[in-house]
């Protein structure tokens, strides 16, 4: 069905789509390309929220250069919305340009559009296929879909460890494990993700930013501190550090009137702290990220923490993704990757698929996400 052509055409609406990587949550990255006569004429990706989407970004472009788009053939690498949102329905620009075929990589996961966008396109008489390139679509938009279809992010725990899986010395000290490469390509994950959640004992016992220092970005993503009785100092790093982007406390509960009375004195801040207990007295962590889909729009979570808090995460089964970079050394005595529970038995049976593996400099990156 798709030609060599095609299958360019819509691997550069790919690339398009690439540069609202750390722009456009909550909404997908997107891309679009408009190709006339064999020639591109208009190009476009997803604005930030509230602005353009890339079907009326490549119109535009289209229009700048004086470039009639009836007739032509469109490269989209999301179907096109069909909806009143904070912008105006995509497919109703894309009819009003009269293109005679439209070509889209992925359908959208969202119930609002799923398919409505597509028939309103062949409605209109417009030639539509969907399907191109359709695996390289959905892998940019992992935490859009997951919000879409499961209500929950796309959670990602990203680990720096030495080859016997060390994260820290005995004393907790870990800054650092890894060389400056691959702590660039840790800040490329962050600023992918809406939020960046960390625990209190990292922040007490590294005092982090968790800000995005090593790549270029407009937006910073949330901080999450998950704190169950509240004890993040005041004076924390993760807390002065927030530009123009938020910073989350989540506890256990606020009943008691010391709690109350330490909640006051971040939101006086304008720090938010909020609730969520579990049956232990401890933060309810799959109903925190269920919250932080269906109530805060998260499309992708970044986890830093310690031993403890991502062994809750593992044993609570709150991770889609590992970042685990390592670096070419043993530790000997140290702090481990994560508290969990050992298996009864070794058996052939793995709970991780490795997605890839790079080298940045000396250490090397694994991803791996669950089967």
């Known amino acids: 069905m798709y030609s060599a052509v095609d299958h360019q055409f819509m691997s550069e609406a790919l690339a398009e789509a690439q540069k609202a990587l750390y722009l456009s949550n ?14 591109v004429i208009g190009r476009g990706f997803t604005q930030k929220v509230g602005e353009a989407h890339a079907e009326v970004q490549a119109l535009a472009d289209a229009q700048s250069q004086g470039v009639d ?3 032509s053939t469109v490269y989209v690498t999301l179907e096109p919305c069909n909806h009143t949102g904070r912008t105006p329905p995509c497919v109703d620009a894309l009819i009003a340009a009269k293109p005679a075929k439209v070509i889209v990589a992925m359908s959208d996961p969202n119930p609002l559009v799923a398919g409505k966008g597509l028939e309103s396109l062949r409605v209109s008489g417009i030639e539509v296929h969907c399907g191109l390139l359709e695996s390289e679509a959905q892998a940019l938009n992992r935490g859009f879909i997951s919000r879409m279809t499961r209500g929950l992010p796309w959670v990602r ?8 899986g060390k994260t820290a010395l005995p004393d907790g000290k870990s800054q650092w494990i890894t060389g400056p490469l691959a702590r660039a390509d840790g800040h490329h994950w962050r600023a992918q993700a809406c939020a960046i959640v960390t625990g209190v004992g990292t922040v007490k016992e590294d005092d982090p930013s968790l800000n995005i220092r090593e790549v270029v970005t407009a937006r910073q993503p949330v901080r999450i501190i998950i704190d169950s009785k509240l004890e993040t100092p005041p004076n924390s790093k993760i807390l002065n550090s927030l530009d123009q982007s938020k910073a989350l406390i ?18 006086d801040r304008g720090i938010e702290v909020i609730g969520m207990a579990n049956a232990f007295g401890k ?12 109530e805060r729009e998260m499309n992708e979570i970044h986890i830093e923490s310690g031993f403890k808090l991502n062994g809750s995460m593992l044993r609570e089964n709150c991770v889609d ?11 000997g005595e140290g702090i481990g990757m ?6 009864s038995t070794l058996d052939l049976s793995k ?7 790079r080298l940045f400099g000396p250490d090397l990156r694994l991803r791996l996400i669950k089967h």
């Not at 590992?322 to 530790?331: D, G, H, N, S």
């Not at 709970?351 to 593996?357: G, P």
């Open 26 to 39: 909550p909404n997908p990255r997107v891309g679009c390309l408009i190709v006339k006569d064999g020639q």
């Open 69 to 71: 788009p009836s007739g």
């Open 157 to 164: 725990m990203k680990i720096a460890a030495s080859l016997d």
């Open 250 to 267: 989540v506890c256990a509960d606020l009943e008691s009137t010391e709690r109350r009375d330490k909640a006051k004195a971040f939101t």
């Open 283 to 294: 933060v309810d962590l799959p109903k925190l990220f269920s919250y932080l889909a269906k």
């Open 321 to 331: 993704e590992l970042l685990l970079y390592y670096a070419p050394f043993f530790m």
């Open 338 to 343: 994560a508290n969990v529970v050992p298996p």
């Open 351 to 357: 709970d991780w698929k490795v997605l890839d593996q």
